[in-house]
């Protein structure tokens, strides 16, 4: 998937994922789509409960060695 904004977020604890990804949306124009790589397992929860609190749109989420990727459309 082709994203507007990558955001490596690999290594962090909670809550500096969220914190970053809030940062890096911030930054996008409604529609254009965010991409943030985590490793913190907590962020499994985290990231959708406050991509539906501000309204986002979780576009994919997958998987691979340890590093969680989530493709994020700003609404």
């Not at 970053?20 to 907590?42: H, M, P, Y």
């Amino acid at each position: 998937m082709k994203s507007n904004l990558q955001l490596d977020a690999k290594g962090l604890s909670c809550p500096m994922p969220i914190v970053k990804t809030k940062k890096a949306i911030d930054t996008l124009a409604s529609g254009e789509i965010l991409e943030v790589q985590v490793t913190d397992k907590g962020a499994l929860a985290d990231i959708p409960a406050w991509v539906k609190a501000g309204g986002h749109v979780i576009l994919d989420k997958s998987e691979d060695a340890g590093v969680i990727t989530f493709f994020i459309q700003k609404a």
